[in-house]
């Protein structure tokens, strides 16, 4: 697995925390606990980080803290993990904080904003604009700790039997989606559901749904969509990045010593630099393969771009309107992104 060089490295470059923490930590408590994945473990990137994640921990904690990787429905469906971390069921779990609106419809704005930020604008509020904070206090409230482990670069924003010529051809599709992004399609009458990424060809296949959106490119690839619909949408809007997290049951997480804490924070700052990497290199190939399976990659013009990104602030105003949580959240963000755009404007190539 690719992971495992990276694995090397990390383990390399952050050695120094668990020597440092040796002479005093020889009679640390050793925890051996399961975590779930939300994603198949052979899939790219994202099932290569679930077990980047959970192998780094283990060798870089010399075995202090060995997690074991469990398949979705293993132990619980896949996307169904925020329950059992809270009681203890549970004792971690891999996956994206979208997958938690069940719970809080807040925690969508810590996994990926429609128009939001790339992924060096999304990291720089989690760690240093307020996002970490106030995802810790959500979380905690529910015997959860939470530590952002991984992000992903832009997805495609769908697959469709039909080429999309205007909004109109929207209507009346049955439709995958995620998050918030779902909010907004429902806006042009489409009619959304969350389906898990095993569950999605089958339902493809059979017109359970008429057309799916789910990652990036080369993840899309392992799961076939080009099988079945041959017009690819991009740019992915709703998903300019998406970030993932590792939870844990807050009491065993706070038995750990500093040590071991130390290590887990550093173990998924290595996986976030890897699965974004990762996937910044394998979207080429997997879009020229798509090409030569005749699938069209279509862009969307700039007026329904605008169009949906109107939409968007509807969907928006409507969150934080009923919800306290999310009205918090985006008036973090939505501050940060205020004082970022002057080095965005001028630090970067437009």
């Avoid at 042009?188 to 959106?213: K, N, R, W």
Wanted: net charge negative.
């Amino acid at each position: 697995m690719m992971g495992k060089t990276w694995l090397r490295v990390a383990a390399g470059v952050l050695a120094a925390v668990t020597i440092a923490g040796a002479a005093s930590d020889v009679d640390a408590k050793r925890v051996r606990w399961k975590m779930h994945s939300a994603f198949g473990g052979k899939l790219i990137v994202l099932g290569e980080g679930a077990h980047f994640a959970a192998d780094t921990i283990t060798a870089m904690s010399g075995g202090d803290v060995t997690l074991k990787f469990f398949e979705p429905g293993a132990l619980v469906p896949g996307t169904s993990y925020y329950d059992p971390v809270s009681s203890g069921a549970l004792d971690a779990a891999f996956g994206t904080p979208g997958y938690n609106v069940n719970k809080n419809n807040a925690y969508a704005f810590f996994s990926a904003v429609p128009f939001g930020p790339g992924s060096g604008e999304y990291l720089a509020w989690m760690g240093y604009g307020g996002g970490k904070e106030l995802a810790h206090d959500m979380y905690s409230k529910d015997n959860i700790q939470y530590v952002q482990c991984g992000i992903i670069a832009p997805e495609s924003s769908g697959w469709y039997r039909k080429e999309i010529k205007s909004l109109d051809d929207l209507k009346g599709l049955k439709m995958r989606f995620f998050g918030l992004g779902a909010k907004v399609m429902e806006k042009f009458g489409v009619s959304t559901q969350l389906l898990a990424g095993g569950d999605i060809y089958p339902a493809l296949e059979l017109g359970s749904i008429d057309a799916t959106e789910f990652s990036m490119p080369a993840i899309d690839k392992e799961l076939g969509f080009f099988q079945v619909a041959k017009h690819n949408y991009f740019p992915g809007w709703h998903q300019q990045s998406t970030l993932d997290e590792l939870l844990i049951h807050k009491p065993a997480y706070d038995a750990l010593d500093d040590t071991q804490k130390a290590v887990i924070k550093g173990a998924c700052d290595a996986t976030t630099m890897f699965m974004f990497s990762r996937g910044e290199a394998v979207q080429f190939d997997a879009m020229k393969f798509h090409q030569e399976k005749g699938v069209t990659i279509h862009r969307w013009s700039d007026d329904m771009l605008a169009k949906f990104e109107a939409a968007w602030q509807e969907v928006v105003a409507e969150e934080i309107k009923t919800n306290e949580d999310a009205k918090k959240i985006w008036a973090s963000l939505s501050a940060f992104r205020k004082d970022y755009a002057i080095w965005k404007d001028n630090g970067y190539l437009k």
